[in-house]
């Protein structure tokens, strides 16, 4: 009997270096700069039994966000215009905001909840998160969950 699907987001540092390699392979085949699988690996540097291993089982997350629902949670100092700058990251990535809930700010620290829809136009949603956590001010943001 086949194991359940488990799915975990993990920030890019976190994982091996051969899980990494394994997505670059993916990369080189479906834009076409190899011509083979053996081209791709041998330019990365990993053997093609890890990435047959492997390659089934990651990929960039806004490979699979596309046409869905991401749901977000940032902690954030409560700063004027810095709910603001967060929004605009989102509009700049061209995702649609669907829901915003700003929680009273305790010790100076307020948790924003989004809510915004992955479109075809979106861009990559990984950059996304990682430019919200680039703005002073932002001190994490989290995928809560993706319908």
Do not use: W
Request: include cysteine; charged fraction near 25%; glycine fraction near 4%.
């Amino acid at each position: 009997m086949e194991e359940a699907a488990v799915y975990f987001v993990v920030k890019r540092r976190a994982l091996p270096e051969v899980l990494l390699k394994v997505v670059e392979v993916n990369r080189l085949l479906e834009t076409q700069k190899v011509s083979s699988v053996q081209e791709a690996v041998e330019r990365v540097g990993i053997s093609r039994s890890s990435y047959y291993k492997y390659k089934q089982d990651i990929f960039p997350f806004y490979d699979s966000a596309q046409g869905t629902t991401l749901t977000l949670s940032c902690q954030m100092d409560d700063e004027p215009g810095l709910l603001s700058d967060v929004l605009k990251v989102v509009a700049d990535f061209r995702a649609n905001i669907l829901t915003i809930h700003q929680t009273i700010p305790i010790n100076g620290i307020a948790t924003l909840s989004l809510s915004i829809q992955i479109l075809d136009t979106t861009g990559d949603v990984s950059d996304m998160v990682a430019e919200m956590e680039r703005h002073n001010g932002v001190h994490s943001v989290k995928v809560l969950g993706r319908e």
